[in-house]
């Protein structure tokens, strides 16, 4: 039998060729859609999974005045319910809000960000309890609460980030590091912040404020920031990406890049990340492959 002969550099541009492919692969073949809505949500901006009652909430944010560029106190927008199917239990589950952006689960109650400040509604019986002002806020937006119950809201429009505490609101952090917030996460005892516009994470000490850049090279606005591995989920604009070991890999690119991947949720135990997209009003259900 006549023996075949490999010219070596074919073989290694060959070589080359796949890792080039898987990489390709690992960028944008790591996650698969397993349902998605109807566009009928108004501007959702923020999605949160209740393990307790099994299901999604999401803020309708109804961008109207393009991020409230006029003055709006209607209290017009509300907050609706899905099942882990994507079906809608109640579209107008919560009402009587002002632009709700950012949403946590503490305590049997949702937390949600709106324009003055914090409103607490009870799960059980889908009705607001409570009302907290933020008097000398610009833009609310995302939310993370401490064990102990202490709120953490960001200012987008101001580079300062808010804390609520035993009612009362005051201006908790601001720095030249900061220059303005949108995503949050506590993590290990520390403040994870999407830094906008400087294209960083930082990570503040919850017991003493101290700050440092953790990341730098990503989004100018990371909007969700969720725990993965031995690193985060982040998004912003059109744009959804894991960040692990200092590797920065893109799980989901809308084709539309006018659409926003916006404040997500990543269900763990379920390998499952609900994903509102703030643009085209629909929520998307995400499997990530083992």
């Known amino acids: 039998m006549k023996k075949l002969r490999f010219n070596k550099k074919i073989v290694l541009g060959f070589a080359s060729f796949l890792i080039i492919m898987q990489s390709y692969l690992n960028a944008y073949c790591q996650v698969t859609k397993v349902w998605e809505t109807t566009p009928l949500f108004m501007a959702s901006e923020s999605a949160v999974f209740d393990a307790k009652h099994n299901c999604i909430y999401v803020s309708n944010f109804n961008d109207q005045g393009g991020f409230i560029k006029q003055q709006d106190t209607l209290h017009n927008e509300f907050i609706s319910k899905l099942d882990l199917d994507g079906n809608i239990l109640d579209f107008k589950w919560i009402e009587n809000l002002h632009n709700p952006t950012g949403l946590y689960i503490f305590k049997n109650r949702l937390y949600i960000v709106e324009r003055e400040g914090l409103v607490i509604a009870n799960l059980k019986k889908a009705k607001i309890e409570n009302r907290i002002s933020v008097p000398e806020a610009k833009f609310l937006n995302d939310i993370a609460v401490d064990k102990d119950g202490t709120v953490y809201i960001a200012d987008t429009f101001k580079p300062c980030i808010f804390r609520i505490k035993d009612g009362r609101s005051e201006i908790w952090y601001s720095d030249s590091l900061m220059?303005?917030?949108?995503?949050?996460?506590?993590d290990n005892g520390c403040l994870l912040v999407g830094n906008r516009g400087a294209e960083n994470l930082l990570s503040i000490s919850l017991?003493?404020?101290?700050?440092?850049?953790?990341?730098?090279?990503?989004?100018?606005?990371?909007?969700g920031i969720k725990k993965f591995k031995n690193g985060y989920l982040l998004s912003w604009k059109s744009e959804l990406y894991s960040y692990v070991n200092g590797n920065k890999t893109i799980l989901l690119k809308l084709e539309d890049k006018n659409d926003f991947v916006a404040d997500f949720d990543f269900i763990e135990e379920k390998n499952l990340i609900i994903v509102p997209l703030l643009m085209s009003n629909k929520v998307i259900a995400l499997k990530l492959d083992d």
Not at 179 to 186: A, Q, R
Not at 214 to 220: A, H, K, R, V, Y
């Open 179 to 186: 220059n303005s917030s949108n995503g949050l996460l506590i």
């Open 207 to 223: 017991k003493d404020k101290k700050a440092r850049v953790i990341s730098t090279g990503l989004s100018d606005n990371i909007d």
